[in-house]
């Protein structure tokens, strides 16, 4: 059975090697041949995670579970007892992951040609975005926590080299050092947790059923909520999660569709994906801290949800969002409080739910990330000042964009809308404080994503500017992938996901158990929002935010300026580590314990040069000494 | 003959060969002659080990030949390899093979101290005798002083004299440090094998002794491994030395230390080894973050790298003192590495100062449009060293965290915690470098016409940048052979008790 499935090897084999060619042999091809290449072996690697997925999802269940199967896995680096293995592991939520980013990146690969084109440096984009295919890939087929962290890293650098493709940027050089840093500041804390981890379970493997683990993993429960948090810490670096969330909005100074891909549909749900992966271990051994995740998930919703309100660079907007949606995720994880599946109480439906939203958050916001581009594209700047009206000029990229909009707001028939509704349940089914914390945010999403939708698309439109350039719908290449994207949003909803993707495995219908109340209540919910956002922002003039802004200048000042949280880190980072730390250390280095051995070797100097006197050569000193020294000897006899 | 000692049979007929030649020409070709078949001898010493134990060779030490020198002393010219000396037998080769090319330009004199100081650095490596050991380690630092004091830039002469006296400062320690363990002993070889085994029970040395050569010899070697407080010599050093001495110093030389310390101090005494070694432990945990931080506010590029170096070989000696088989591997592995990063990174530092004549990160900007290929692979030389997968950095600091990390006590557990916060900040040194000096728009005048590498250089670089990835990639082979070495010292030390009573923090 395992080796059916020994082909996956190719899923990360070809765009690894794409990336060695791209990157040594790249700048020796022309820009249109250096794409195809990219494309076409991530059309390779998109047609054989579609046949992975069919094989997989196609086999017959045993025990009413789809098995967890492991076509490869090698021994990369013997530590001892441990080792660190790098495999393959094939199951359903690896298996829905290899689909997500195939398809994301196929297309981020494909309207890459209209929306790079001409730029400098085309062969080496295409280089890095296989590198970073080839990383996710690895990361999300991991059979064991150490293998997962070194994608993890792999991806992090990858994201690094893409937000500062365009390098002689200043804030693309500032944002791309800072997404480095703060995620890697994160991932100390999940190297810690895994080491930790790995010397009191004595095992680094996903294979939790597996007897031997099973044994050393019980016996490392006193520790494993301390271990679990910190990967969760790390986790919250990738994923975006207060306070940890600052690099992202930065993030989007690097090309749009590398935000798409990398910065709204996979690197950043990570984190999710992490914790989804550890979940066996969380529900039976840290239940409680699994709720401190919930809530920090929680808060990070909402505090995002309010910055989106505030901001007028769409493609902050998007990343506010972004982290928002992130956040939902999270939340839906961390109000399971149960593994099986089927009980009237859905302990266990946010599991599900958060994998089934990541799945089509990740269609819905690489459409608005693409139709960004779209955007920036036709009026080259990300400001919706300078848009407005823009739905005549762009008939696609608006169609496509409002069906985005309606999708994340969650109105039916719309992915979003079944995914989000899944979110809704589990947290009511977790606490009601939860549940109507959570469905107050998904009422903030549907209003600045539809704040967002007017500013673009309605309300005044900038004629000076357009005047000077006629905006115009972008060329085929970039329309395809989201009219493509929007397809999958349009169907995405009725997938029976649950009977993919389970907390326990098993088959889970949860259209029988779909809360038709909560859906219409939600529904509802999302509509008046929108209708609000109409009534504020569709027309030319816009009074009523006006008077808003007026009324609370303070607020929106602070949602603006995200709550002055960046101002933070940087008077940390800057006035503290550098000055107070670094600063003096070095000085410390430099004068005091270098000093004291220029002192030294000075000291040693001086000395030689003081009783160099008695090496006169002159006999009567000589003499003189020598009596001197028998008279003092002398006396000390008598004495 | 014993084919061991063929290292140094190679460095003395290359100076022999350097001697009679004339012309650039001639010399080039006597040190790329030599230095390739250095480098094809240790990798056929490597094929032969390995091959060797896939035998079912299990001696400590392969291919031992010993030699008569001075009988009276009991000192005797004994060669020896184990897997922990092949691995930096094959570091020492790429660095002085790449080193040759990267010094292209140099005169003869140059060439004759760069050789007899590799002659001494694989000398150190192939012997397992103390007193030999002892004097290829003087052999590797005199030439130190001229190739500094006569081709060194900037504060030269100031730069090494200092280097050479903390460094003779630290042989003093060591040279009674050994002669302690040869009498302690019992005065009957010098052989480092020989004494270890001497054992009937308890140790050879006595305990009280032990204590008191422990300290001096470890402390002699950690002046060379830069071992905090003793590592100042480090960033003038380097900022002095030609890059090719860089290179060879900080990829090789400072290796010598960890070796020594592992290879004499902790195995030949083994007790205090246990006993004393959370003093060095705190040192070289402040090594290692002390050495990220004070890169972190640097301007000139060598010094970044040489208090980078602070950080890494801090590690190198940390994993040692763990006293446990994979931190002990790991270490290992991290001399490999950090040889092999930095050596590149001073490889690039040269080059690129060789251009704008500046070192200054505050006057460079934009280079990556001026010289792509060397600013990509000072990209790559940055990510290696911020131990980013894929090179050899993150196999070696993973390893040694592994490794640390099975000391369950809290003493451990802290250090080790505060040595992974090496990571970040390595991370913040690093690209703060490449955003400063690489990215950006370049607008000076004269940097704008400047040239990118030379063919020579390239093949320096490119080798480097092989190794490092291979490295990373492929771990498993050298690191099992490291092991291999690694494990007999590791059981010896621990086959005697602790006396933890002596460490307040336990």
């Not at chain 2, 992974?420 to 690209?431: F, M, Q």
Request: net charge neutral; proline share 3%.
């Amino acid at each position: 059975m395992e080796n059916q499935f020994i082909f996956t090897l190719l899923i990360l084999l070809l765009p690894l090697a794409s990336f060695l060619f791209l990157g040594l042999a790249g700048h020796k091809l022309s820009h249109k041949a250096a794409g195809l290449v990219g494309t076409s072996v991530l059309g390779v690697v998109a047609v054989l995670s579609y046949y992975t997925a069919f094989q997989y999802f196609s086999m017959p269940r045993v025990d009413g579970v789809y098995q967890a199967l492991v076509p490869i896995n090698v021994t990369w680096l013997p530590l001892g007892e441990l080792h660190f293995d790098m495999g393959i592991l094939l199951d359903p939520i690896s298996v829905v992951m290899l689909i997500v980013i195939s398809t994301v990146s196929l297309m981020v690969h494909i309207y890459s040609f209209g929306y790079m084109h001409g730029e400098r440096g085309f062969q080496r984009y295409y280089a890095f975005l296989s590198l970073f295919t080839m990383s996710m890939l690895g990361l999300v087929v991991a059979t064991n926590i150490f293998q997962m962290y070194l994608f993890w890293e792999l991806v992090g650098v990858s994201s690094y080299l893409l937000i500062g493709f365009f390098y002689t940027l200043k804030a693309a050089i500032a944002a791309s050092k800072k997404a480095f840093i703060v995620t890697r500041f994160a991932d100390m804390f999940f190297l810690i947790g895994i080491l930790i981890y790995g010397f009191y379970a004595k095992t680094f493997s996903f294979d939790f059923v597996d007897a031997e683990n099973a044994r050393n993993i019980a016996g490392a429960a006193f520790i494993l909520p301390t271990a679990l948090f910190l990967m969760f810490v790390g986790g919250a670096g990738k994923s975006a999660m207060f306070p940890l969330h600052i690099w992202l909005p930065d993030a989007m100074e690097g090309p749009t569709p590398v935000s798409a891909l990398i910065h709204a549909a996979t690197m950043v749900v990570a984190g999710v994906y992490q914790v989804a992966r550890m979940f066996p271990l969380w529900i039976q051994y840290a239940p409680d801290t699994l709720h401190v995740v919930a809530w920090v998930g929680a808060f990070t919703a909402f505090y995002a949800a309010a910055v989106a309100c505030a901001q007028t660079d769409i493609k902050r907007v998007l990343a506010f969002s972004t982290i928002s949606q992130i956040a939902f995720m999270m939340v839906a994880l961390g109000v399971c409080t149960e593994m099986v599946t089927g009980h009237e109480h859905h302990g266990s439906l946010g599991y599900m739910a958060s994998m089934f939203h990541l799945f089509t958050h990740a269609m819905f916001k690489a459409t608005l990330f693409l139709c960004a581009g779209c955007l920036i594209h036709a009026v080259h700047s990300n400001d919706m000042s300078m848009m407005g009206g823009m739905r005549k000029y762009m008939p696609i990229t608006h169609w496509t964009f409002l069906i985005a909009c309606l999708a994340i707001s969650g109105i039916p028939p719309f992915s979003g809308f079944f995914s989000k509704d899944e979110i809704l349940s589990a947290s009511f089914a977790y606490s009601p404080w939860m549940g109507w914390i959570m469905t107050g945010i998904a009422a903030m999403t549907a209003f600045y994503m539809f704040r967002l939708y007017y500013g673009i698309f309605w309300g005044t439109e900038n004629k000076e500017h357009h005047e000077a350039h006629v905006p115009h719908e972008c060329e085929w290449t970039m329309t395809f992938p989201l009219i493509f994207l929007t397809l999958i949003t349009c169907v995405a909803g009725f997938i029976p996901f649950g009977k993919l993707v389970s907390a326990d495995g098993m088959s889970y219908d949860f259209l029988a158990h779909f809360d038709w109340m909560l859906g219409a209540k939600s529904c509802a919910i999302a509509l008046v929002s929108i209708a609000l956002a109409t009534y504020i922002y569709k027309g030319e003039k816009q009074p009523v935010a006006e008077k808003m802004k007026a009324a609370a200048p303070r607020l929106h000042q602070w949602a603006y300026k995200r709550f002055y949280l960046d101002e933070v880190y940087q008077y940390v980072t800057h006035q503290i580590i550098f000055k107070y730390i670094s600063k003096p250390l070095a000085w410390f280095d430099r004068h005091i314990i270098d000093g004291f051995f220029n002192f030294l070797a000075w000291g040693t100097h001086e000395l030689g040069f003081n009783i160099r006197g008695f090496q006169s050569g002159a006999i009567q000193k000589y003499a003189f000494i020598f009596f001197l020294g028998a008279i003092i000897i002398l006396f000390i006899m008598i004495l | 003959m014993n084919f061991l000692s063929i290292f140094v049979l190679i460095p003395v007929l290359m100076l022999l060969g350097l001697w009679l030649v004339k012309g650039q020409k001639g010399i080039r070709s006597v040190m790329v002659v030599g230095s390739s078949c250095l480098l094809v001898l240790s990798v056929v010493l490597t094929i032969l080990f390995l091959q060797e134990r896939a035998a079912g060779n299990t001696a400590e030490m392969l291919f031992t030949a010993s030699l008569d020198w001075i009988t009276p002393l009991h000192i005797k010219y004994a060669v020896g390899v184990d897997g922990i000396s092949v691995a930096m037998l094959l570091l020492s080769s790429i660095i002085v093979f790449t080193g040759t090319f990267v010094s292209w330009n140099m005169n003869k004199e140059y060439f004759l101290w760069f050789t007899l100081l590799s002659a001494g650095v694989f000398g150190f490596f192939i012997t397992i005798d103390m007193f030999a050991m002892f004097m290829f380690y003087e052999v590797a630092l005199i030439p130190m002083y001229l190739l500094i004091g006569v081709w060194g830039t900037g504060p030269k002469e100031y730069a090494a004299m200092k280097l050479t006296l903390m460094l003779m400062g630290g042989s003093a320690f060591l040279m009674c440090g050994i002669f302690g363990i040869f009498y302690g002993a019992g005065a009957q070889t010098m052989n480092i094998l020989d004494i270890a085994h001497q054992a009937n029970g308890a140790h050879a040395i006595a305990l009280a002794q032990q204590h008191i050569w422990f300290p001096l010899t470890f402390a002699g070697f950690g002046v060379l491994g830069a071992l905090f407080p003793f590592h100042t010599w480090s960033p003038d050093g380097h900022a002095s030395a030609p890059t090719a001495v860089s290179m060879l110093h900080a990829g090789v030389l400072m290796k010598l230390g960890g070796y020594g310390c592992f290879r004499i101090a902790m195995f030949l005494m083994p007790q205090a080894a246990q006993d004393l070694g959370w003093i060095f432990l705190i040192l070289t945990g402040i090594s290692v973050v002390y050495g990220a931080f004070s890169a972190c506010v640097q301007t000139d590029l060598k010094y970044i790298n040489a208090y980078s170096s602070v950080s890494h070989c801090g590690l190198v000696l940390f994993g040692i003192l763990m006293i446990n088989q994979v931190a002990a591997t790991g270490a290992v592995l991290q001399m490999l590495s950090h040889g092999l990063t930095t050596a590149l990174f001073f490889a690039l530092i040269g080059m690129i100062y060789g251009r704008t004549h500046t070192r200054d990160i505050r006057e460079m900007t934009g280079l990556m449009r001026i010289m792509p290929f060397l600013s990509v692979c000072y990209v790559i030389a940055g990510l290696a060293n911020l131990g980013l997968p894929g090179f050899s950095g993150f196999v070696a600091e993973m390893t040694i965290f592994v490794g640390s990390f099975a000391q369950a006590d809290t003493f451990h557990r802290v250090l080790t915690i505060a040595a992974c916060t090496s990571i970040v900040i390595t991370a913040v040194y690093i690209l703060r470098l490449v955003g400063k000096i690489l990215y950006g728009v370049c607008t000076d005048e004269h940097h704008l016409k400047l040239s990118d590498a030379t063919w020579e250089e390239r093949l320096a670089v490119i080798c480097l940048v092989a190794a490092i990835a291979g490295l990373g990639v492929a771990p498993f082979w050298i690191s099992s052979m490291i092991d291999g070495g690694v494990a007999p010292i590791v059981n010896h030390i621990t086959a005697y008790a602790a006396d933890l009573s002596l460490n307040p923090f336990m």
